[in-house]
């Protein structure tokens, strides 16, 4: 089943429960390997992978459309704000 297939993409954080729409734009913060942190706005397609974890560590991560990139990025320690 695809990320089209269902309305509503729901995943748990650390700190709280989260429902993101397919296709709605939401604004993701987090912070990259240097330090830095980022906040984009982006939105979930059928192409995206939504959540797993990275084989390397198992760090969880979200496949997310980069809105202000025009592009698909991968996400890790994130929160959406």
């Known amino acids: 089943m695809s990320i089209a297939d269902i309305n509503l993409f729901m ?3 650390e700190r709280n429960d989260m429902t ?3 296709n709605k734009k939401f604004k993701i913060k987090y912070t990259k390997q240097n330090g830095e942190e980022v906040r984009r706005f982006g939105i979930i397609t059928d192409k995206c992978r ?4 990275r084989i390397k560590d198992l760090k969880p991560f979200l496949h997310y459309y980069d809105l202000e990139k025009k592009g698909y990025r991968y996400a890790t320690n994130w929160e959406i704000l």
Do not use: D
Request: overall charge neutral.
């Open 11 to 13: 995943f748990n954080t």
């Open 20 to 22: 993101i729409e397919s």
């Open 50 to 53: 939504g959540l797993g974890k």
